[in-house]
């Protein structure tokens, strides 16, 4: 694993496995979007899916206390995903979002050679979570207050997807709802798989196969 710079800042950086593999599973971790969460709980995940033969790039990006509240969080995603695709020219990039990650992942699915994604227990309907209130009022926080943002910040606004998309959601998730993925669903179109029985964190932990499955396909 190497890690590689996409901007100035400490947070502004990818972790890079390379087996070369024709697919590259970019990776986008959650957390509601605040700072005291990092992309280090997905490491088990990373290397997991490098033993299956696929290549990954893991993203960091400023968050919420650090000065990554909306848009810059999503400026950050952006140049990460960008920067995967420079590291992998000619390869399949495969968004892989989890929670948070996965709105991220659906709003950067038109960046250029983005060939899927894969919205894990994702946070794909924010004005809806916005409504919930979840995790202690996240969606206000990232959104710096101004709700004026919320309907560019929101990837229900930005369907149909311009790439495939494949949601996958335990029901029996507490972190964040299976409505957010069934309304998602519902209005673009993509292909919703729910998971029985499955909480939020075992769809990103070394096992998942249906995450690896839903990578793999096209």
Same mark, same amino acid.
């Given at each position: 694993?190497?890690?590689?710079?996409?901007?100035?800042? /400490?947070?502004?950086? !990818?972790?890079?496995?390379?087996?070369?593999?024709?697919?590259?599973?970019?990776?986008?971790? *959650?957390?509601?979007?605040? &700072?005291?969460?990092?992309?280090? +709980?997905? &490491?088990?995940?990373?290397? +997991?899916?490098?033993?299956?033969?696929?290549? &990954?790039?893991?993203?960091?990006?400023?968050?919420?206390?650090?000065?990554?509240?909306?848009?810059?969080?999503?400026?950050?995603?952006?140049?990460?995903?960008?920067?995967?695709?420079?590291?992998?020219?000619?390869?399949?990039?495969?968004?892989?979002?989890?929670?948070?990650?996965?709105?991220?992942?659906?709003?950067?699915?038109?960046?250029? *050679?983005?060939?899927? &994604?894969?919205?894990?227990?994702?946070?794909?309907?924010?004005?809806?979570?916005?409504?919930?209130?979840?995790?202690?009022?996240?969606?206000?926080?990232?959104?710096?207050?101004?709700?004026?943002?919320?309907?560019?910040?929101?990837?229900?606004?930005?369907?149909?997807?311009?790439?495939?998309?494949?949601?996958?959601?335990?029901? /029996?998730?507490?972190? !964040?709802?299976?409505?957010?993925?069934?309304?998602?669903?519902?209005?673009?179109?993509?292909?919703? !798989?729910?998971?029985? *029985?499955?909480?939020?964190?075992?769809?990103?932990?070394?096992?998942?196969? /249906?995450?690896? /499955?839903?990578?793999?396909?096209?």
């Amino acid at each position: 694993m190497r890690t590689v710079d996409y901007g100035d800042h /400490a947070d502004q950086v !990818v972790d890079v496995w390379d087996n070369g593999s024709d697919t590259v599973a970019v990776l986008v971790h *959650g957390g509601y979007w605040r &700072v005291r969460y990092d992309r280090s +709980y997905l &490491v088990p995940f990373a290397e +997991y899916l490098v033993a299956q033969g696929l290549s &990954v790039v893991s993203l960091e990006y400023r968050r919420i206390g650090n000065g990554g509240e909306w848009p810059v969080i999503f400026e950050d995603v952006a140049a990460g995903v960008d920067k995967a695709v420079e590291l992998f020219p000619g390869k399949r990039i495969v968004l892989v979002g989890h929670s948070a990650g996965g709105h991220l992942s659906l709003l950067a699915a038109d960046r250029p *050679g983005v060939a899927k &994604v894969v919205a894990v227990g994702g946070l794909c309907d924010l004005a809806r979570a916005h409504e919930l209130g979840l995790s202690d009022n996240a969606v206000t926080l990232l959104l710096g207050g101004d709700l004026g943002r919320l309907a560019a910040a929101d990837p229900m606004n930005q369907v149909p997807p311009p790439v495939p998309v494949t949601l996958l959601h335990g029901d /029996a998730d507490t972190h !964040v709802p299976l409505e957010l993925s069934q309304r998602y669903q519902e209005k673009s179109g993509a292909e919703l !798989v729910v998971l029985p *029985g499955i909480g939020h964190f075992e769809p990103v932990e070394p096992g998942a196969a /249906a995450t690896v /499955a839903a990578i793999r396909s096209n």
